[in-house]
């Protein structure tokens, strides 16, 4: 137990750093609200060992909070707890409280406590990895109320097998307008666990105004792809900026390929982790492909070892034409940081097709990732699963997040459209909509954790030539046993 | 008289502490706090990562015991010894590149002499006082191949081409010279401290014989900083192979575990893998090695003394 509370805290410490450099180099200056937070975070770290904890005060973000809708609400007053004050504890993997999804959750928690004054919220947020870590720690410890979590096995199913989340009742949810499959991640045995709060559509986002002025078409096909990066790389730009250095995003993009080989991987991928074989001929393709596009130079010199903030610079100082990542990033064309130049010119399309491949242009790689859950020991567990049950009315989360940019919910959203929305939300519902098929769980997620470590590792070997494909899919498969 | 007085409750008092010194309760709750600190921060967690080292346990929930079982996977775990190896040969550049390096430029500082002695002893400590993290970040920038220092530096002077100093086989040198520059400076203060030790009465007899700079450096100062060079071998030893934080904010380990090393490769596999007896595991051999490196630098230097 010390031992993790000493790494716990080595990892918070790092955390802290990271986001004072980060914030003084100037990539993100938004998340300066998050160095505060993790220092706060340290703290409780440091008292951790002695199972006392600090929380992070929510930040002002109350004047946003739409008043409307708080009146809509509390016509559905609480039925019991009034009066009695109530504490509930939110851990979450948003550390930003002024950008993006941070600021949605922090305007309905805001309401919240508005609407019921006798319930405080506690909000403790940490990025993604240390999340991670923490939550793990928490596991041992005594969880907060309301978590952060991933409905994707290679989170959830330790997390289930623990028995840290409590059951909800799905019956609950009929009219909350979750898209059809969106719970799945998020249920075991027929029990549900946790509810979706994005639906992510992996894309690739490109400078409209510069493939215009250059006269490059989007292309249609993979090997049109790798063509246009040999003439945007002629051009002297850069073609496309890749996360190489996390290793998840290139585990998308090879998983992107893969749907679009075999047009549904779900059978293929949970057969090769149950027996540890990959040797499939889809598999290597797929990873000749991304092998391919390296090889070709559609990504930037040293993509492997580059981290998020310094491809999505590439791509939002104008020195790359592609990014490739999420719909979670839409709200890059919000973004005021971004020369409006290029924010306001910023669109999407998906993974051309493969030649010979089953997956159609329509087909698109997208899945039900992060969400919240409510712990098992809590407490407070019938309040909490009332404020979650808050966050998750059609007008909040999925309204509040399309408001902001932050891209789908999971839950319908077609009523909130305005008309005002970006070129950018619009392609995503567009592309939304024309779906022929959508992917699911992205290939590294679907396994256990040990094997998204490995997949991710070892995918930047194999794409930059250090390791071969068959190395690449035996190693991957090792880590399955 | 008065002074007498003085001595004589010196005497008293000096007695008095001797008698407090030998009461077992005293010399306890003297002891006591370090001992339980030891205990507490070292020994218990050492001995609780043995136990964890035995099981499947993953960070959560239930566990089974499944003896050595975790050890019998070390052993064919390749990246394991890639990142053992990684830490060696960074041990092997502190002690070959760095320390003769740092002694060298102590050497140099010491005959400077007046103000520039100071400011050249503040340069080239700065990297030591900055954090870690903006000296990894500080070096990511250097090193990017797209607008980072060293490349434009390169096309100043003509070359065109894109370096990947990150790349597979580039990056565990970069990491190295990032590793070097930043202990440069802690390395050189404790040899110019030694250096200053040394008696002034030596080099005035040498330079009456005289002897020449380099021999009054390979004859006189070398030999008198035995103990310290020691010092230093150790502590560039032991720094090499618990090297964490700077690799992993500035590679992570990768490409591809290419600056894997094995600290952070212990951090990844128990909370990242969520194969936290594993981690245990590799902690368990990690000490074992550390411990057996220590001791063996300490018996190469005895026999050197003796």
């Known amino acids: 137990m010390i031992g993790t509370c000493v790494y716990d805290f080595c990892t918070a410490i790092i955390q802290i750093t990271t986001k004072t450099v980060t914030k003084g180099v100037n990539i993100m200056k938004k998340k300066a609200l998050s160095i505060l937070l993790t220092m706060a975070m340290a703290a409780a770290t440091l008292a951790g060992c002695g199972n006392s904890s600090t929380s992070a005060q929510p930040a002002e973000s109350k004047q946003e909070a739409d008043a409307a809708s708080a009146d809509k609400a509390s016509e559905e007053k609480a039925p019991a707890a009034e009066g009695e004050a109530v504490t509930l504890k939110l851990f979450s993997n948003l550390p930003d409280r002024k950008n993006g999804q941070g600021l949605v959750e922090q305007m309905i928690i805001d309401e919240y406590m508005e609407l019921y004054p006798n319930v405080t919220i506690e909000v403790e947020t940490l990025d993604e990895e240390a999340y991670k870590t923490k939550f793990k720690a928490y596991s041992m410890e005594g969880m907060p109320d309301v978590v952060s979590i991933w409905g994707q096995p290679s989170f959830l199913d330790e997390v289930l097998e623990a028995g840290v989340l409590a059951e909800l009742n799905e019956a609950d949810y009929a009219d909350y307008k979750f898209l059809a499959g969106s719970l799945d991640g998020f249920r075991k045995d027929g029990k549900l666990y946790g509810l979706p709060r994005n639906t992510d559509i992996e894309g690739i986002y490109y400078n409209k105004k510069m493939f215009d002025d250059n006269g490059w078409k989007v292309p249609e096909t993979y090997d049109e792809l790798l063509a246009l990066a040999k003439t945007i790389n002629d051009a002297g730009i850069i073609p496309m900026a890749m996360d190489g250095g996390d290793g998840w995003p290139m585990a998308i993009y090879f998983s992107d390929l893969l749907f679009k080989i075999t047009g549904d991987y779900r059978e293929l991928v949970s057969n090769a982790l149950a027996t540890g074989d990959f040797s499939d001929p889809a598999f290597v393709q797929a990873t000749q492909l991304l092998k391919d596009a390296a090889d070709a130079g559609l990504f930037q010199t040293g993509y492997d070892s580059q981290d998020y903030g310094t491809a999505m610079n590439l791509f939002t100082n104008g020195q790359a034409a592609m990014f490739y990542m999420g719909s979670w990033e839409a709200s890059m064309a919000l973004n005021e940081d971004i020369p409006q130049e290029i924010r306001d010119n910023i669109r999407v399309f998906t993974m051309p097709v493969v030649e010979g491949g089953k997956g159609k242009a329509t087909d698109i790689e997208a899945w039900n990732g992060g969400g919240y859950a409510v712990s098992a020991g809590s407490a407070v567990k019938d309040e909490a699963i009332r404020f979650l049950n808050f966050m998750y009315q059609p007008d909040k989360l999925s309204k509040y997040g399309w408001e902001n940019g932050v891209g789908m919910s999971a839950q319908d959203q077609t009523e909130y459209m305005t008309g005002e929305e970006t070129e950018l939300q619009k392609q995503f519902v567009e592309l939304v909509n024309n779906a022929t098929n959508t992917s699911g769980t992205t290939v590294n997620d679907c396994g256990p954790s040990a094997f998204k470590t490995r997949i991710e590792s070892e995918i930047q070997g194999v794409s930059n030539g250090s390791s071969s494909i068959e190395e690449f899919l035996t190693a991957i498969g090792e880590s399955c046993k | ?306």
Not at chain 2, 39 to 44: G, K, M
Not at chain 2, 237 to 265: C, D, H, R, W
Request: glycine share 8%; net charge positive.
């Open chain 2, 1 to 306: 008289m008065r002074f007498s007085k003085k001595k004589v409750e010196k005497g008293e008092r000096s007695s008095e502490m001797k008698k407090l010194y030998s009461n077992k309760l005293v010399i306890t709750s003297l002891v006591l706090p370090g001992l339980l600190l030891f205990v507490f921060a070292i020994l218990a967690p050492i001995c609780l990562s043995v136990y964890y080292g035995f099981t499947d346990y993953s960070g959560m929930g239930n566990f089974n015991m499944i003896g050595l079982e975790n050890y019998k996977t070390l052993m064919h775990d390749k990246v394991f010894w890639l990142a053992l190896r990684n830490s060696l040969f960074l041990a092997v550049g502190f002690i070959c590149i760095q320390h003769p390096l740092a002694m060298i430029v102590a050497a140099v500082l010491d005959k400077l002499g007046k103000r520039s002695e100071g400011f050249f002893r503040c340069v080239y400590f700065i990297p030591n006082v900055i954090s870690v993290a903006v000296i990894a970040y500080l070096w990511k920038f250097i090193y990017n191949p797209d607008f980072g220092l060293l490349n434009n530096v390169l096309k100043a002077f003509g070359y065109t081409g894109k370096i990947n100093w990150l790349s597979q086989q580039n990056a565990i040198w970069s990491v190295l010279v990032v590793l070097i520059w930043h202990g440069f400076g802690w390395g050189m203060l404790i040899y110019y401290t030694g250096i200053k030790n040394i008696d002034p009465v030596l080099y005035e007899a040498a330079a009456i014989d005289g002897a020449n700079q380099r021999q009054t450096f390979l004859k006189i100062t070398l030999p008198m900083m035995k103990g310290v060079i020691q010092v230093n071998v150790t502590m560039a030893v032991i720094s090499a192979l618990k090297q964490m934080e700077t690799v992993y904010l500035l590679t992570a380990g990768g490409p591809n575990n290419a600056t894997q090393f094995t600290a952070n490769y212990l951090y990844q596999q128990a909370f990242k893998a969520f194969k936290y007896g594993y981690g245990n595991a590799i902690s368990v051999v990690f000490i074992i090695i550390c411990l057996v490196v220590t001791v063996a630098l300490n018996k190469i230097f005895e026999d050197r003394e003796g």
